[in-house]
């Protein structure tokens, strides 16, 4: 069974993160300059929350708050559910599905080691499926012999 360290290994351990301390407004120019719907706030080394894109909209925007004024650590979603490099894809998806999250930060004794989304475990899977359907068309048909 693959694990989280398989999809780190192939998409690369970086992680955009952002202190509690710093605007709502900055969370987002981040997230929109890099095209991703997450970062991880960290103090040090220590994972100490989320703040997503539904957090920017539920808890600032719904609620009329200034992005300019608001601070990460108060629309943030803490705790947060995290993995570690061999927890399963299987277990990952069960997590994600279960709190409907789509980024579940990596972390192990030493600190945060990189993030797994939604999109990765499908971008995975499909590319697990391709190869098998590859396999057994090869198999049944005898392409590549």
Known sequence: MATVQAILTRKGNQVLSIGADDTVLD??????????????????EHVIGIVTERDILRRVVAAQRIPATTQVREVMTSPVACCRPETTLAECRGVMTAKRIRHL???DDQGLRGIVTIGDLLAWEVN??????EYLNSYIFGVGR
């Open 27 to 44: 969370a987002a120019r981040r997230m929109n300059e890099r095209g991703i719907g997450g970062l991880v706030v960290t103090e040090g």
């Open 105 to 107: 930060p990596v972390v």
């Open 128 to 133: 697990e499926h391709e190869t098998t359907i």
